[in-house]
């Protein structure tokens, strides 16, 4: 059975419809959405639409693993969707393709990618430094996808990043491990690009969870991490 | 009694100090997912350490957690203390449980889960603040001692003349900017700055003024 579950902060525009359309998605179980600190009718609006809402343990920005860790622990389905909350065209088919392959035994856990061009931090940080440490990950078209599915067995046995190095930490973890991955096309997801000013803490936080993970895999050592980590905010700033 | 801990964090370790300090005859468990770290701190307060996964219920059978008296869910995760409290309860039936929640909006869900009574330090923190400010209008928040000088927000009910005393500086501040003018209306915020021990005469002396 699966739980679905939805990271949210500020969401209130889409986050009903998109409560609902999980609910009535085949095999969905519960519904269920972390909110991290909404000032909006966010909460008000998922609890209508029938999910069960849970607080993120902490507050902090960006806090998107906490709230996955959170949704992860409290899920009770075997398999477990998490979608971002601001899709704007979300279907049932987008969770259905991102649960196939697990529920065929064919994956553990599944990549979801769709049908536009990768952001700018995939193509400007996280497929750079992937080529770089772990270029048998290159071929994931979107290695920084959100909308992911996997058995719950899997997510407890990796630790989350707090933050938005969550998604690639995951995958590069996962893929250390062994586990069967596979990436699925969700088809077109429609939602708001976040201005550029925005990215620099995103840019940030991948490039951490890559190089950190790189470090302890001995790819590269504790100087040139130091200097990697160091740098990397600051050369992001300069090229805005 | 018999008290089974979940979690080696923070809030376990303050939790700990209290039943070993008023039950000198209490048998402990502390369960944690790390065995280092269940067994330096079991060590510390002479319990029994066990680790393993949290979300398999053989970790608490070994625990024995059917006789336990009192468990409490004190990990950092919210959701897993959630869960945690609702298997102690409803699965094998502890007379008492506790949930700790570090989010002070998941106080509601975890007793509904199961919990007796809800550990929420931040939730008991604002409530304080909340009722000082409602009683007494004059919080202080620093101490001169954490600072190097006295630090109060002051809540106005009606309009009130200030007049400065030479051991305080007072900003008014209207709509987020510096007011021209010294009385303070509803909605106002006063910044009160002084140092020494004049401080709070200087403050009260203002108040009546």
């Keep these: ?240 | 009694m018999r008290y089974i801990v979940v979690g080696g964090g923070h809030t376990s370790q303050f939790i700990l100090r209290t039943i070993v300090s008023s039950d000198k005859k209490a048998i402990i468990t502390i369960i944690e997912r790390s065995q280092e770290r269940a067994t330096v701190i079991a060590k510390q307060f002479n319990a029994e350490p066990l680790w393993g996964d949290l979300e398999n219920p053989k970790t608490f059978e070994k625990a024995n957690i059917s006789i336990c008296d009192v468990f409490v869910a004190s990990t950092e995760i919210d959701t897993l203390n959630i869960r945690l409290c609702e298997a102690a309860k409803r699965v094998y039936g502890v007379p008492f449980v506790i949930g700790v929640v570090n989010n002070p909006l998941n106080s509601e869900i975890i007793k509904k889960s199961g919990a007796d009574i809800v550990l929420d330090p931040i939730g008991l923190a604002l409530r304080v603040l909340e009722l000082k400010i409602r009683q007494h209008g004059c919080i202080p928040i620093l101490k001169e001692d954490e600072c190097g000088f006295n630090f109060s927000v002051l809540k106005f009910r009606s309009p009130t003349s200030i007049v400065e005393d030479e051991n305080i500086k007072v900003v008014l501040i209207r709509n987020g900017k510096p007011a021209d003018d010294n009385v303070v209306t509803k909605g106002d915020l006063l910044l009160v700055i002084g140092s020494g021990k004049e401080f709070s005469e200087a403050v009260k002396k203002m108040l009546k003024k």
């Design chain 1, 1 to 240: 059975m699966i739980s679905v579950c939805f990271p949210a902060k500020n969401e209130e525009k889409f986050i009903e419809r998109n409560v609902k359309i999980a609910k009535r998605t085949q095999n969905v179980m519960e519904v269920i959405v972390i909110d991290g600190g909404s000032t909006d009718n966010t909460v008000k609006k998922a609890l209508k639409a029938g999910a069960h809402v849970v607080y993120q343990s902490n507050l902090k920005y960006p806090g998107k693993g906490i709230a996955m860790r959170d949704g992860v622990y409290y899920a009770r389905g075997s398999i477990i969707v998490f979608l971002d909350a601001d899709i704007k065209n979300l279907d049932s088919s987008m969770i259905l393709s991102l649960t196939k392959p697990i529920v065929n035994g064919e994956a553990d856990f599944v990549k979801g990618a769709f049908g536009r061009k990768a952001g700018r931090v995939t193509e400007l940080v996280a497929r750079p430094l992937l080529r770089m440490f772990y270029p048998e990950l290159i071929s994931f078209s979107q290695p920084l996808s959100g909308e992911i599915a996997g058995l719950k067995s899997v997510f407890l046995s990796v630790s989350f990043e707090d933050d938005w190095g969550v998604d690639i930490g995951i995958l590069i973890d996962l893929y250390k491990k062994g586990v069967k991955i596979v990436e699925v096309n969700i088809g077109f997801k429609d939602h708001d690009m976040k201005p550029l000013y925005l990215l620099t803490d995103m840019a940030y936080d991948v490039a951490k969870a890559i190089l950190t993970r790189a470090m302890i895999d001995g790819k590269i050592d504790r100087i040139g991490y130091d200097r990697y980590i160091k740098t990397i905010p600051e050369k992001i700033g300069e090229s805005k």
